[in-house]
Structure formats: C-alpha cells, structure tokens
C-alpha cells in the first residue's frame, strides 16, 4: 500500500498517523511501518489497511492524544 508522503515519514521507518473512525466524528492514533519512499508518496508496511482514511496535515499540536474529536 502506498499513500502521499506525511511531513515527517522517513523511508524504511517507523511513525504514526490519525486514521478516521468509521463515524468520521473521530480520528485514532495508528502506529505505521514504512518501506520505500519517492518525494511525496510512500509505501506502508504495516498498520494501515486497504480504505483507511489517514489524516495527513499537520497534527504535531496534538503529539500528546491518541484520538481526536473532528468537528
């Protein structure tokens, strides 16, 4: 699986994303494994799966939750 590349995600790395909750009224924190990386995509080896809706601005305000509230 591949996605656009998030600010800090580094090739052959570890990281974590908000992925949306079905309801979309939430996002959860998801530890992610990646593989290889272009400049703005990136290949996901783990934690994510097919449909998953990730959140890719910037969240670092938020580097102490694990889920959010969405309004």
């Known amino acids: 699986t591949h996605m656009p590349r998030p ?3 580094a090739a052959e790395g ?3 994303v908000f992925v949306l909750t079905a309801d ?5 924190r998801v530890a992610v494994r990646y593989g290889a ?3 703005d995509r990136i ?3 783990s934690g994510l799966k097919a ?13 102490e939750h ?5 309004d």
Do not use: E, M
């Open 66 to 70: 694990d889920q959010l509230r969405l």
């Open 43 to 45: 290949q996901v080896i």
């Open 37 to 39: 990386a272009s400049s």
């Open 7 to 9: 600010g800090l995600a």
């Open 51 to 63: 449909g998953d809706t990730v959140v890719l601005s910037d969240t670092s305000r938020w580097a």
């Open 24 to 28: 979309k009224q939430h996002a959860r």
């Open 14 to 16: 570890k990281g974590s």
